[in-house]
């Protein structure tokens, strides 16, 4: 189905069950729905997957979005289709909007779960300051500078990589504290994208949470030990406390 946001197109599937809450699946960035797809046959509850822009069948040109844009983005799909109650359930950058999701509305919010999550401040390495310093030094000298950057990075278009950049600066640390509803933080123990520093974080800005490592696991972890993700996760969604 295609949902018109802002002129926008936004491509979503959902799954009607009739349940007072609705799981909400926010994939990672360069992914799309079918990456949490398979959570759709574990859980009772209905179920809403959306492909975020300029991912999967959703708009692919779009211009001046920030990662707040994405979360009203998803709020507002939400009240398009009747939904009113939510369990969120990201992954890596789906993470950060479930993060602004939980903390700017509450009391729509019934649980969190925070897959590999991005947002936090990333720790420095002095080699990343030469990496910006020579960037900045080859661009003064107009040398070509087209190779500089993440993978991420690279694959975008003009547009998006300010897209892209907007994001990556936006750190959510200090809306931590405001997430109330009960979150499960789920995390690849051998993750490098968003290491284990980040989970601790999470876990000790956000009160009412739960810190699960999985081992043998990197950034995917809902692949690398999919028996043990769904165990976590199901034991944490159904739980009526």
Do not use: Q
């Amino acid at each position: 189905m295609i949902y018109k946001y802002k002129n926008c197109r936004i491509f979503y599937r959902y799954i009607n069950k009739n349940s007072a809450v609705c799981d909400v699946y926010l994939h990672g960035w360069g992914a799309n729905y079918e990456s949490l797809f398979f959570c759709k046959d574990y859980l009772p509850n209905s179920a809403l997957f959306v492909d975020f822009p300029p991912f999967g069948k959703s708009e692919k040109k779009i211009k001046g979005w920030t990662i707040f844009s994405y979360t009203t983005m998803v709020v507002s799909l939400c009240e398009h289709l009747g939904i009113h109650k939510v369990n969120l359930i990201g992954h890596s950058f789906g993470g950060r909007v479930a993060i602004l999701y939980s903390a700017f509305c509450k009391s729509r919010v019934e649980k969190v779960v925070l897959i590999d999550s991005a947002g936090i401040k990333p720790h420095r390495k002095p080699s990343y300051y030469f990496k910006i310093w020579r960037y900045k030094m080859r661009r003064k000298l107009h040398l070509d500078v087209s190779k500089f950057g993440s993978c991420d990075y690279l694959a975008l278009d003009e547009d998006m990589r300010k897209v892209f950049n907007s994001i990556v600066k936006t750190t959510l640390d200090d809306f931590l504290p405001n997430v109330e509803a009960k979150t499960l933080i789920i995390f690849g123990k051998n993750d490098k994208t968003t290491p284990c520093y980040m989970a601790k974080k999470l876990h000790k800005k956000i009160r009412k949470s739960k810190l699960v490592f999985i081992e043998n696991s990197g950034h995917f972890c809902f692949n690398d030990n999919k028996y043990k993700f769904l165990k976590e996760m199901k034991s944490f969604i159904n739980k009526g406390e």
